[in-house]
């Protein structure tokens, strides 16, 4: 029997994957930077109770991927702290996971999606644009971010 991924709602006991498996991508291509250690130690207070969300990737009954939506500023939403485990990546979890949040963002009537990322990221540049996330000017909170990029919804 082929196993299936969940894409579940995150609850407060999750917080501790949520920063495990950001934590592992960030560290081997960059640095954790002082907005990281808030966001990854206290996702409640930084995403959800802003307006956010934040979803898990159960494989397994595995905890193995996450990304969090976070509210910006009216209709606008951000793409944030999305990672799989390696032993994992392959299987289209990232994929799954960017889905579920963007129709998150449609439910709550955002007009587009951005993200920061770091072209040395190549899979995720790929899956973002095969999306339909296209390249804008690049501001930000993030020093490791190279690219920016936005998803119009409406």
Not at 45 to 51: A, F, L, V
């Amino acid at each position: 029997m082929k196993s299936t991924v969940k894409i579940i709602h995150y609850l407060p006991e999750d917080q501790p994957w949520f920063e495990k498996l950001n934590r592992v991508w960030i560290e081997k291509y960059f640095w954790m930077e002082p907005i990281d250690f808030e966001v990854l130690r206290k996702p409640e207070e930084h995403i959800i109770h802003t307006g956010g969300s934040i979803f898990m990737a159960q494989y397994e009954n595995e905890i193995v991927g996450t990304v969090a939506l976070k509210f910006v500023e009216g209709g606008v939403y951000e793409f944030n702290k999305m990672a799989v485990d390696e032993k994992f990546q392959g299987l289209k979890i990232g994929k799954q996971l960017a889905e579920v949040a963007i129709e998150k963002a449609k439910e709550k009537k955002a007009g587009k999606i951005i993200l920061y990322s770091n072209t040395k990221l190549v899979p995720a540049i790929e899956l973002y644009r095969k999306l339909g996330f296209k390249e804008i000017p690049v501001d930000g909170p993030y020093q490791r971010s190279d690219i920016k990029m936005e998803l119009v919804l409406s």
